[in-house]
């Protein structure tokens, strides 16, 4: 079965970091375009990073641009999210996407990151 | 606020057609396709509508999408109960050089 599962959220203090692991079954993160996007609790959908298929291009969103880098292992098969400079309104879930907005799109189930001190 | 401006809410009995509208403006929707997801509760979002119209395989054809200038609609035909949850759209946004959402539009069946 295809799918995609996110790991590394906790709990964090403001100002600190983070780093998600997506690890993907059933196929490899390099034939696809990947991304992130987060959902604080209650609240709406927020697109935040995505790499291209060679691992050439990234991209980020305004509100992480900066703090958050969006990268992957070749070798482990495996994308990462590195978030520094952590802050109260980075909490939500944080879903791994694999082809997001195209046809062969999927969501893992997410991994919820805590900011508090 | 949100780039892209939904509706809060919308309802209709068993049966009956909703749309959605999704406005934006010519970073956005004006030049690029719309997207549009559906959010059962404690669910990942779902996949409806891609580039304006097209359905991913295994959705519905009560659920199609239509884009004209810098607005875009998703229509629900035929509600069914299954279908109460938070829909979304998004595009890509060429100025913030980022995909961008609506604040969402939660769907009541009564």
């Known amino acids: 079965e295809v799918q995609v599962v996110e790991s590394g959220g906790g709990l964090v203090q403001p100002g600190g970091s983070l780093r998600l692991s997506c690890a993907p079954s059933g196929f490899i993160v390099s034939n696809y375009w990947m991304h992130w996007v987060r959902q604080a609790p209650g609240k709406g959908l927020v697109w935040v990073a995505r790499m291209n298929k060679d691992g050439s291009r990234t991209d980020h969103a305004d509100s992480v641009r900066g703090r958050f880098t969006i990268s992957r292992d070749n070798a482990k098969n495996t994308l990462y999210l590195q978030m520094n400079s952590l802050r109260a309104e980075d909490a939500a879930l944080y879903y791994c996407?694999?082809?997001?907005?195209?046809?062969?799109?999927?969501w893992g189930q997410g991994t919820l990151v805590t900011v508090s001190s | 606020q949100s780039v892209l401006t939904q509706p809060p809410s919308a309802s209709g009995t068993p049966g009956q057609r909703v749309t959605i509208s999704c406005s934006g403006s010519s970073s956005n929707i004006g030049n690029d396709n719309v997207y549009w997801y559906q959010q059962l509760p404690g669910t990942a979002p779902k996949l409806l509508i891609y580039n304006n119209n097209r359905r991913p395989s295994g959705v519905p054809d009560r659920f199609s999408g239509s884009k004209s200038g810098t607005s875009a609609s998703l229509d629900i035909s035929e509600l069914q109960s299954e279908d109460e949850a938070d829909y979304y759209c998004?595009?890509?946004?060429?100025?913030?050089?980022?995909?961008?959402f609506g604040a969402g539009t939660m769907v009541t069946v009564l």
């Open positions: 996407v694999r082809d997001f907005v195209g046809a062969e799109e999927v």
């Open positions: 998004a595009a890509w946004d060429g100025s913030l050089r980022g995909y961008v």
